[in-house]
């Protein structure tokens, strides 16, 4: 199932959007979805790592050498 989605974009953005397009040979539906996904990506990493930076301090992970150190 798909869903349709309908955005509004200022004239600078769609002109961007529709250079990319051209450039890349791609539509600009494909580009946006993707962009889409690298932002919920990256929304769903920082929710995680709210959960996980407060366990790693508790553990005196501060740095990934400090995890590193502590597994190997």
Do not use: C, Y
Not at 10 to 22: F, G, I, R, S, T
Not at 53 to 60: N, Q, R, S
């Amino acid at each position: 199932m798909s869903t349709t989605l309908t955005i509004r974009l200022d004239d600078k953005l769609a002109q961007k959007l529709n250079h990319v397009a051209e450039r890349s040979g791609r539509t600009r539906s494909d580009i946006l979805r993707d962009a889409l996904r690298r932002q919920l990506a990256i929304a769903l990493l920082d929710e995680v790592r709210e959960e996980l930076v407060p366990l790693a301090e508790k553990h005196g992970w501060f740095t990934d050498e400090d995890v590193f150190n502590d597994v190997s």
